[in-house]
């Protein structure tokens, strides 16, 4: 891992003037998942942190986006994770792979739904995994490591089935995790990714843009996969691709409203009476910090428009 020299406090330090054009960004993960990203400090007071960190899978559709702010959004986190699992055609004495698993919850779930299952869920930071593991000890068959998707220590064909859930953004080489993600699998193996990538070749022109500067920075990715650099990545790794899903309206479309809901109601005095209201913890969020989510917000929704949330179902030949 990469260090940034400074956490930025709020997004005001990641404007884009902080980054000049032309300059590879430094990449530390650990500064999307703690207390010096507002974005990350919201989304902790509407249960991001404690377990899982996913942006969700939604009931409603576009024009009832807004609708979703009233659901339990941990409830649609579970949901995302569930739908994604789903796809692995997990069975009961498979040995599975929870790659990029955050604080756990995704691999707890996998050992809830099967519990016959060995399941190893991993991590780049060594502090989530503490986390994992003071929140789901003593489960026979669960288990938990620190280490990089880019060099696994799994023998070759060892594994079954491998989820990796919204993290490949992260990953400095996304080519390498697939040929990792080949090797450890055994033949007849399947692997899950659920990622953001750009539409066409086309949307990478705004990977240098005022906008997706800030949300790089917010969110600590260097570039996306188009949707078609994926299925060439796999296909070169040696997979076959089962089938590949959109799912930007059930994901990144709900939670991008849910987004603008949340900061429109934090930028007007009565509506932020309401969140504390609801929620006396939204009091951690000054007015410094509301006035940089709603630049943010405005930032999430220019990617938005140029990359859908993409699942690639990719099945190691027999
Ligand atoms: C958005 S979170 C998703 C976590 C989890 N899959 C979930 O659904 O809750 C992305 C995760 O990717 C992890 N990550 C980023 N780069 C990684 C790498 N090279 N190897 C392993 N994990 C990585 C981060 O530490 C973070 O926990």
Redesign the pocket.
């Known amino acids: 891992?990469n260090n940034l020299p400074t956490a930025a406090a709020t997004l005001e330090d990641l404007s884009p003037a902080a980054v000049p054009h032309g300059q590879e960004l430094p990449i530390d993960?650990?500064t999307?998942?703690d207390g010096s990203n507002v974005v990350y400090r919201m989304l902790r007071l509407e249960t991001w942190g404690p377990?899982?960190?996913?942006?969700g899978y939604y009931p409603f559709r576009w024009p009832f986006t807004t609708l979703n702010v009233l659901v339990n959004l941990e409830w649609a986190?579970r949901q995302?994770?569930m739908k994604s699992v789903d796809l692995l055609n997990i069975k009961p004495e498979h040995h599975v792979l929870?790659?990029?698993?955050?604080?756990g919850?995704?691999s707890f779930i996998i050992h809830c739904l099967y519990p016959g299952a060995t399941v190893v869920g991993?991590?780049?930071?060594n502090r989530?995994i503490a986390v994992a593991n003071a929140l789901f000890d003593h489960l026979p068959g669960l288990s938990y490591a620190a280490?990089?998707?880019?060099d696994l220590k799994f023998d070759d064909g060892s594994v079954d089935r491998i989820?990796?859930?919204?993290?490949?953004?992260?990953?400095?080489d996304r080519a390498q995790?697939l040929r990792e993600a080949y090797r450890v699998l055994r033949p007849g193996g399947r692997a899950v990714v659920v990622d953001f990538a750009w539409k066409t070749e086309a949307h990478r022109d705004t990977l240098d843009d005022p906008e997706t500067r800030l949300v790089r920075e917010v969110?600590?990715w260097d570039d996306f996969f188009s949707i078609a650099d994926y299925e060439h990545a796999a296909v070169d790794a040696g997979f076959r691709i089962v089938s590949t899903h959109d799912w930007t309206s059930r994901v990144s479309t709900p939670i991008q409203a849910v987004f603008r809901c949340l900061s429109d109601l934090g930028n007007n005095s009565l509506g932020r009476r309401f969140l504390e209201w609801r929620n006396p913890l939204y009091r951690s969020i000054s007015p410094t910090d509301w006035k940089a989510l709603a630049e943010s917000v405005v930032a999430h929704q220019y990617v938005r428009n140029n990359s859908n949330y993409m699942v690639f179902v990719l099945q190691k030949p027999e």
Do not use: I
């Not at 377990?51 to 942006?55: D, I």
């Not at 280490?147 to 880019?150: E, L, P, S, W, Y």
């Open positions: 891992m993960v650990q999307s998942y377990a899982l960190m996913n942006l986190q995302l994770v929870d790659l990029a698993c955050g604080r919850k995704s991993l991590d780049l930071l989530n280490g990089d998707v880019t989820l990796c859930l919204e993290a490949a953004f992260h990953f400095p995790f969110w600590q």
